[in-house]
């Protein structure tokens, strides 16, 4: 049965296109999602209490930040991360396009700065090693998130994948995937859909888990991370 319910706003949902299912793996995939998010959250606690420690005390601002994501069939939900920018970090963007005609254009191509004025002494470590993500392993317990599966995007980037933005609206948003494993920032946009689409059009558990078995070296060695 086909549904014409979506979340107010999003453009992207239609009822000829994304049935209102079980996302991308059923009850398997979910069953895996919450045994490993539990498991990690308990063996990384003390890391994650360290984390919560540093960003607090670096500034004095809030330790999470949550940014409004697409997810699953068009529901939005708020991604969260440990922070890393600092606090007025969308005036010091603002201000620093308009001065930086170079960065702008990455900034529209992308969606990223290699170089990014907002990100906090402590923020560039934590994303070096892709540690700020942690916080997410709460978002895959609330079943906003799967372990593997496409990166979370706003409604601006999904403009971007144009009709493929069906198979990414099939699944829910992974803490890991392929992108991840391939390069990360240092590929364009377009291969990045390229891999979301590719992996629902061929998910396995099996793929689930060599994605996993990837990410740890990807994220040793600080591929395309910035």
Not at 24 to 42: E, H, M, P
Request: proline letters at 5%; aromatic letters at 10%.
């Amino acid at each position: 049965m086909k549904s014409a319910t979506r979340s107010a706003g999003s453009p992207f949902m239609t009822t000829e296109e994304v049935p209102l299912a079980f996302p991308l793996g059923g009850l398997a995939k979910r069953g895996f999602d919450i045994s490993a998010a539990a498991l990690a959250l308990i063996v990384f606690s003390p890391i994650f209490l360290m984390i919560m420690a540093l960003v607090k005390f670096s500034d004095g601002g809030s330790v999470f930040y949550g940014h409004r994501r697409v997810g699953h069939n068009g529901r939005y939900f708020h991604c969260l991360k440990f922070r890393t920018m600092v606090v007025n970090g969308e005036e010091v963007l603002r201000k620093h396009l308009q001065a930086n005609p170079q960065a702008a254009e990455e900034w529209r191509a992308t969606r990223k700065l290699r170089s990014d004025p907002r990100v906090t002494a402590v923020g560039t470590v934590l994303r070096k090693l892709s540690l700020d993500e942690l916080p997410q392993l709460i978002n895959i317990l609330r079943g906003d998130m799967s372990v593997v599966g496409p990166r979370p995007v706003v409604d601006e980037e999904l403009g971007i994948y144009d009709s493929h933005a069906v198979y990414y609206l099939r699944t829910r948003p992974g803490l890991t995937g392929l992108w991840q494993i391939s390069g990360r920032n240092d590929v364009s946009y377009e291969t990045r859909i390229a891999f979301d689409t590719h992996y629902v059009q061929n998910w396995s558990l099996i793929q689930d888990l060599i994605i996993i078995a990837k990410t740890i070296p990807a994220v040793c060695l600080s591929r395309g991370s910035y």
